[in-house]
């Protein structure tokens, strides 16, 4: 089956500019997450989806983050204006229900703020 | 908050030569969970532990709950190359359900 498809692979923008990244889980896929990755650091969470509804978003920075999940598949999460401490790689990872352990992860979009 | 600390983090290592790490936590755990992050690529599981007491193997790796059920052991018997990468535990987060937090990492590489 196909994994989890994230796109672009690579962003670089200024400071203050916006930047959006998609995701498309592994389909039949309910519970969705964003995590950010900062260079030499473990992955973390930003935001969870149950179908398109939030279950968790208490470590996303309201003021610049956002993301939504129409129609409960896909996803974007984007960030208005960038810092430049947004600098990192962006992962989505998606399972089946939520209280299943076994995420999959995409391959991440790392983004560079200059 | 809760913080997963690992060690080493990172080593190098001679092909054949077997790798132990650990991860330690400020919180006792039920749940561990090993994944592996290659370059370029999102985290991979390789081990989850539910048991404490057990040793959980996935081909020449074993993960294990520490005797205070605060930390956790990775072992990868006899390395090869593409062992190579950073090794992530992750725990769930008192604050959520089925939301899990990741530790620091272990940077692996081996030398042929």
């Known amino acids: 089956e196909a994994g989890v498809a994230q796109s672009p692979r690579y962003k670089i923008i200024e400071k203050r500019q916006s930047v959006a990244f998609w995701c498309n889980p592994i389909s039949g896929h309910a519970t969705l997450y964003w995590y950010q990755q900062i260079l030499g650091q473990g992955p973390k969470l930003l935001i969870q989806f149950q179908n398109n509804g939030v279950v968790d978003d208490s470590q996303l920075p309201k003021d610049r983050f956002s993301a939504e999940r129409l129609k409960g598949v896909d996803s974007t999460l984007k960030i208005q204006p960038a810092k430049l401490e947004d600098s990192a790689v962006y992962l989505c990872?998606?399972?089946?229900?939520?209280?299943?352990?076994?995420?999959?992860f995409g391959p991440g979009t790392r983004l560079t703020v200059t | 908050g809760q913080q997963l600390n690992q060690s080493p983090q990172s080593m190098f290592i001679q092909e054949g030569e077997d790798v132990s790490m650990n991860c330690t936590s400020s919180s006792i755990f039920n749940t561990w969970l090993w994944y592996k992050q290659e370059p370029g690529e999102g985290p991979v599981l390789l081990i989850a532990?539910?048991?404490?007491?057990e040793l959980t193997s996935n081909g020449r790796l074993t993960a294990q709950f520490g005797i205070t059920r605060k930390d956790s052991f990775l072992n990868i018997s006899a390395s090869i190359p593409s062992d190579v990468g950073i090794y992530f535990c992750?725990?769930?987060?008192?604050?959520?359900?089925?939301?899990?937090?990741f530790g620091t990492g272990t940077r692996l590489k081996v030398l042929a």
């Open positions: 532990l539910y048991k404490a007491g």
């Open positions: 992750a725990g769930p987060d008192w604050g959520g359900t089925y939301k899990y937090i």
């Open positions: 990872a998606s399972t089946t229900i939520a209280g299943t352990y076994e995420q999959y």
